[in-house]
């Protein structure tokens, strides 16, 4: 390995009782031994807990200057104290960005130019306001993959007159986030996903959105999505079409207007199935359905499961 000539890295660490990696450890500990090394690419974050001893953590300032003096390239950094699930979290990596992917982006993100990158998750336990999403939009112009995690509400959900814009994004989770992420993402007067073709977020929050699917379906920004439910008693539903490449008109056709109300139509028949199903299930613990189902048990096999979520399923396969 010493004798490599060109290293990319992609490393995330988690240290307890101790500093983040900075410019002076990765040389002394590392770059030091890689005599040949003419080309180095990196992506480093350091996540610290303090278990036992509070480790006074260096400034965004310090890790700049840690850089100077040794070789490098242009580097980039952000510190972020007192961060989400640690202590502290650092962030240093090569300039121009070179991977497809930036995990763990938060609320201390400055900005920066990130062509390359097709797959982008964010969490924080702090709001993401709408100036943010705006950054994104702008600093990754490629982006394909956005994953949210933030349960709290935004502060500032007051949303701008213009949309924001993700050309390219085709796969959007919502799952782990509050109901204001996705109503940001949804409706087309606050974001424009011409390519949106898969969605990942909380059955109620759909419901709220649309208004029990009363609202005008050409208001959101969906496509021609099937519907597949990873589980009859989930909370969560998963959304896609087939047609992700085509981009979906500003101005809808009748014949997209009516797609997308029959979108919503069978949505709401889910809804009932689903309650239905419930109901049957709650029924039956019940004493009376207990005797019956004793008695009638060597006529009648009650449905597994298994069964039921194949037929609920094979419901929106056929929708």
């Given amino acids: 390995m010493i004798n490599l000539e060109e290293l990319k890295l992609y490393l995330s660490v988690r240290r307890s009782d101790s500093t983040y990696i900075d410019g002076i450890q990765l040389y002394d500990q590392f770059l030091i031994y890689m005599t040949q090394l003419k080309k180095f690419t990196f992506s480093i974050k350091t996540m610290v807990l303090f278990r036992t001893v509070k480790v006074e953590l260096q400034s965004n300032e310090d890790i700049q200057r840690s850089f100077i003096g040794r070789g490098y390239q242009q580097v ?6 007192n961060a989400f699930s640690c202590d502290g979290k650092c962030h240093i990596y090569s300039l121009p960005y070179d991977f497809e992917y930036f995990f763990n982006l938060d609320n201390s993100f400055q900005g920066g130019m990130f062509n390359k990158v097709r797959q982008l998750k964010m969490s924080d336990a702090i709001p993401f306001e709408d100036n943010l999403f705006k950054l994104i939009s702008q600093n990754f112009p490629f982006l394909e993959f956005l994953y949210i995690s933030n349960d709290y509400p935004q502060k500032h959900n007051q949303h701008s007159s213009t949309s924001i814009i993700f050309p390219y994004l085709k796969f959007l989770d919502l799952k782990w986030a509050h ?3 996705a109503e940001l993402f949804l409706l087309k007067k606050n974001m424009y996903l011409s390519r949106l073709s898969n969605l990942f977020m909380k059955y109620e929050s759909l419901i709220t959105i649309t208004n029990n699917f009363t609202n005008d379906a050409t208001q959101f920004n969906f496509g021609n999505f099937h519907l597949h439910i990873t ?10 079409h087939e047609t ?10 009748k014949n997209e207007s009516y797609t997308k109300q029959r979108y919503f139509q069978r949505l709401q028949k889910s809804l009932v199935r689903h309650r239905s199903r419930s109901s049957f299930y709650s029924n039956s613990n019940s004493p009376s359905s207990s005797r019956s189902r004793s ?23 056929n929708c």
Avoid at 76 to 81: D, G, K, L
Avoid at 231 to 240: H, R
């Fill in 76 to 81: 980039a950094s952000y510190v972020h104290p």
């Fill in 179 to 181: 109901i204001d992420y």
């Fill in 244 to 253: 992700a490449t085509q981009p979906i008109s500003k101005s809808p056709s």
């Fill in 231 to 240: 589980a009859p008693f989930t909370s969560t539903f998963i959304a896609y």
């Fill in 295 to 317: 008695r009638s048990h060597r006529q009648v096999k009650s449905p597994s499961r298994y069964n039921c979520s194949q037929r609920y399923s094979s419901f929106y396969q």
